[in-house]
């Protein structure tokens, strides 16, 4: 089938929509992880109208047990500098980060600090300093800030049977 389009599509932003136990506790979490305010604020609901990168957050208050398949998300910066100053910028803010430094990640060595919301979610900060690894680079990222919530976080984890599945480490900062 033919496309009828003769220009391409210009995508504003990328849209995400999270599932959330309590949009009060996420929306605090994603104001400090952000460092902006949500655009929108209803009962459930949170929008946050990120310009940097551009993203179209929402969070939506829904009851559920489990983290369901999403393994983490993330943000790729230009440099090492970049992730140090997200670190830092999230350490003031009160949130728990967890770095990892010349580290073999899906096919990648990276430069990332980690956090987690409210509900599990992890996000990272990355920089690609050198990409398509040989198959037999180990990959080492998974569950990044398990140390920081204990048990509640030891007990959710999987074996770690391939590139970025989660696997319980330590806390640094």
């Known amino acids: 089938m033919e496309s009828k389009l003769q220009d391409p599509v210009v995508a504003l932003k990328a849209h ?17 992880m952000l460092g902006i305010e949500p ?13 940097n990168p551009p993203l179209n ?10 983290r369901g398949a999403l393994s983490h998300l993330g943000i790729q910066v230009a440099s090492t500098g970049d992730v140090l100053a997200m ?9 728990v980060t ?16 980690w956090v987690r ?5 992890e996000w990272e900060v990355f920089v690609v300093l050198q990409d398509n690894l040989p198959e037999t680079a180990p990959c080492e990222c998974g569950d990044k800030v398990a140390g920081a919530h204990g048990a509640e976080a030891a007990g959710s ?8 599945a989660p696997a319980i480490v330590g806390i640094e900062r």
């Open 39 to 51: 655009s929108k604020v209803r009962p459930g609901y949170a929008k946050f109208d990120v310009q």
């Open 157 to 164: 984890m999987a074996s770690a049977g391939s590139c970025c």
């Open 16 to 32: 995400l929509a999270l599932n959330v136990r309590n949009v009060v506790s996420s929306t605090e979490f994603y104001q400090k």
């Open 98 to 113: 967890r770095d990892e430094m010349q580290t073999n990640c899906c096919y990648a060595t990276q430069d990332k600090t």
């Open 117 to 121: 919301d409210p509900d599990g979610n």
């Open 57 to 66: 957050l929402t969070l939506n208050e829904v009851a559920f047990n489990e």
């Open 87 to 95: 670190r830092e910028k999230w350490a003031e803010s009160g949130l």
